[in-house]
Nanobody, 121 residues
Framework: QVQVVESGGGLAQPGGSLRLSCVAQ????????MGWYRQAPGKQRELVAA???????NYLDSVKGRFTISRDNATNTAYLQMNNLKPEDTAVYYC???????????????WGRGTQVTVSS
């Protein structure tokens, strides 16, 4: 089994910063992808940022230049540095990992339970 735990959410003022962390533990041979998604009230979940094992990254257009995803393969940890936060960034942020559990080539998707980010003055 794989456990995914997010942390670092909270309240920030517009223009402020937060740093989210995601740690994956359990039956992991390799993590191919790690990504951050968010879901605001009444809206669908959307991809915010993702990174591959090869270091490729992609971002939601509205967060480009403000958010940065990074990854520490030694600890199976992903980070999301969020700068210049806006009220529209308010959402529950979820971490997702794509895991090969045993080296057989299958990839399983695992989600954390989310961490709340609120941007308000």
């Amino acid at each position: 089994q794989v456990q995914v735990v997010e942390s670092g959410g909270g309240l920030a003022q517009p223009g402020g910063s937060l740093r989210l962390s995601c740690v994956a533990q359990g039956d992991i041979f390799i993590i191919y992808t790690m990504g951050w998604y968010r879901q605001a009230p009444g809206k669908q979940r959307e991809l915010v940022a993702a990174t591959t094992s090869g270091g490729q990254t992609n971002y939601l257009d509205s967060v480009k230049g403000r958010f940065t995803i990074s990854r520490d393969n030694a600890t199976n940890t992903a980070y999301l540095q969020m700068n210049n936060l806006k009220p529209e960034d308010t959402a529950v942020y979820y971490c997702n990992v794509g895991v090969d559990p045993d080296g057989w080539g299958t990839v399983d998707s695992h989600w954390g339970r989310g961490t709340q980010v609120t941007v308000s003055s």
